[in-house]
């Protein structure tokens, strides 16, 4: 246990208190805004807070003029199917670089190294174009398979992973006759799980919140969950209130699985990050 | 011997080969495909005629796409409050003590905050009837209310200052996951020696987190010259605040793909620049 005098104590409670008071302050007149009626819009300010706490119209109306209940399943859709891929593929690609001699290790590995130079908003110009020819615009598989490659930071983390799993383990199960495959699924992969689970909350968290790529390829009526939120918001028409409840209604399944997972939260984005 | 050599290549292949076609149609085919298009007039279809350097030329001489890059400056001027915050934010967590999972909870809330909410909060935050104004006037200080957004003057930096509230929580992360992994023994032997909180800090945090520090230094700038959502979803990047990226998606849009590529080539060479520089330093240590 560290020694810490009281004086530290206290400046840490009232630094920490403070820093808190800088996130939530921007986000109090939100959840305000989102109780207010139309009426209460326009003659109180953002900071007074709503007349009725149980006043649950806006969000009635976001849910079923946002279509957001739909712009929710295709999110989901999008994500347990590429987060699947993409998180196999990682796996698989780690396991064969960790283990095997081959011809162009260097080259692959290499190859996948350099993609960190590659900012993504540089690739989609001929991106797009491609997309276009094969007519996957406005279709979710045009993100889905965008979604579905394999990083360098998740190999990173396989790799690292992989370090603390013996190769005897590999070994003894080639000499008792059995395959390759059955070794990577049977024997290695359950033991890659740590990495898996670091892996989808990084990814989780960046796939849910991207804005980019959807904005790009979902323009019309396949919508996640993200552009639903930023159409709604970009038509003049729709009053902040409205807007509000739909923002505290997007930011659920946010607090949710933050709450469920936040034990892996803080070490996982750190392992993800520090692995750069 | 033969028989198992093959079977082990094939075994490799069909692992790699899904991976390594997505790694090379889109990322390596696009860049080298950028660097053509980039010298022509193409507009997404029809024909392609090769045009020099022209698009280049515009970018460098057109007074509208230097002040672009001007703009991303704003954004790496707010990475050093940024950083700083998070710095010492990851030093005070750093320690068990009553309420740290609340204010854990707290304080990487911005993280998990996709750029529509974080932009709407902030609409609400600046806008002349928000906030901002309002806490303002609250406390009499009536003189410093500002029409935030609009002001072409301070539209840039009042939008730029948002990153910080949205970005500090992974710098914050990244840092106070450096700090854990320092043995506690050091601070321990700095308490015997009768060190103060900011010795322990300059002499035993930083030097340790150096490397950690480096790269959100190098993750700040390289971020902001790729700057995108929260100009682009709260101003559409009219009033001044066009940057690059929503550069490239505007001349995409009205089928001036020679002229994006360009911009992307750009964009992707200083990246590399800052990221290879990291590389480079980073080893020297």
């Given amino acids: 246990m560290i020694y810490e005098s009281t004086l530290y104590k206290i400046v840490r409670y009232v630094f920490l208190v403070l820093a808190s008071v800088f996130v939530l302050v921007p986000l109090v007149p939100l959840v305000f805004m989102a109780f207010k009626s139309g009426r209460e819009m326009q003659e109180t300010s953002v900071l007074t807070p709503p007349s009725n706490w149980l006043n649950f119209y806006n969000f009635g109306y976001a849910i079923e003029k946002g279509h957001l209940i739909k712009a929710f399943i295709i999110t989901a859709i999008i994500l347990v199917i590429s987060l699947t891929i993409q998180i196999l593929l990682t796996c698989m690609v780690s396991y064969v670089l960790h283990r095997f001699d081959f011809k162009l290790k260097k080259v692959v590995r290499t190859a996948f190294t350099l993609t960190m130079f590659i900012p993504v908003v540089a690739t989609q110009t001929l991106i797009f174009r491609m997309m276009h020819a094969v007519k996957l615009v406005n279709t979710m598989w045009s993100v889905v398979i965008l979604y579905s490659g394999v990083g360098i930071v998740g190999i990173y983390i396989m790799l690292n992973l992989l370090d603390n799993v013996t190769r005897e383990i590999d070994e003894a199960a080639w000499i008792d006759g059995a395959t390759f495959p059955y070794t990577f699924w049977n024997i290695v992969f359950p033991l890659m799980k740590p990495g898996c689970t670091t892996l989808l909350i990084i990814q989780g968290i960046a796939l849910y919140n991207d804005f980019y790529i959807p904005n790009l390829y979902l323009n019309r009526d396949v919508q996640t969950f993200t552009i639903a939120l930023y159409k709604f918001y970009g038509s003049m028409s729709t009053p902040f209130e409205i807007v509000s409840a739909a923002i505290i209604i997007g930011m659920i399944p946010i607090l949710i699985v933050f709450i469920a997972l936040q034990k892996y939260i803080y070490s996982g984005i750190a392992a993800g990050a520090v692995k750069m | ?285």
Wanted: with cysteine.
């Fill in chain 2, 1 to 285: 011997m033969k028989e198992k050599d093959r079977t082990k290549l094939i075994f490799i292949a069909s692992f790699l080969i899904l991976p390594v076609l997505h790694l090379i149609i889109f990322s390596y085919v696009p860049i080298i495909g950028n660097l053509i298009v980039s010298f022509t007039d193409w507009k997404g279809f029809g024909d392609m005629n090769f045009v020099g350097i022209r698009n280049y030329k515009r970018l460098f001489t057109n007074t509208e796409y230097i002040s672009m890059f001007k703009n991303c400056l704003w954004y790496l001027l707010a990475a050093i409050p940024q950083l700083v915050f998070a710095f010492f934010l990851a030093v005070v967590i750093n320690g068990k003590f009553r309420g740290l999972n609340i204010f854990k909870g707290i304080l990487i809330l911005p993280y998990l905050l996709n750029g529509v909410i974080v932009s709407t909060i902030f609409i609400i935050f600046f806008q002349n009837s928000g906030s901002l104004n309002a806490i303002l006037e609250m406390l009499h200080l009536n003189g410093l209310q500002h029409k935030w957004l609009q002001d072409l003057k301070i539209v840039n930096p009042s939008i730029a200052s948002i990153s910080i509230w949205r970005y500090y929580g992974m710098n914050f992360i990244m840092f106070f996951g450096a700090l854990q992994n320092i043995p506690t023994e050091l601070y321990e032997a700095a308490v015997i020696d009768g060190c103060t909180k900011m010795q322990e800090i300059r002499y035993i945090s930083i030097p340790f987190i150096k490397r950690v520090l480096f790269i959100n230094i190098i993750l700040s700038i390289s971020g902001s010259i790729q700057v995108f959502e929260i100009p682009y979803i709260m101003l559409n990047g009219s009033n001044g605040t066009l940057t690059p990226v929503i550069q490239i998606q505007q001349s995409m849009y009205d089928n001036r793909v020679g002229f994006a590529a360009a911009l992307s080539v750009l964009v992707f060479v200083i990246v590399m620049i800052v990221i290879t520089a990291q590389r480079l330093l980073v080893k020297d240590d």
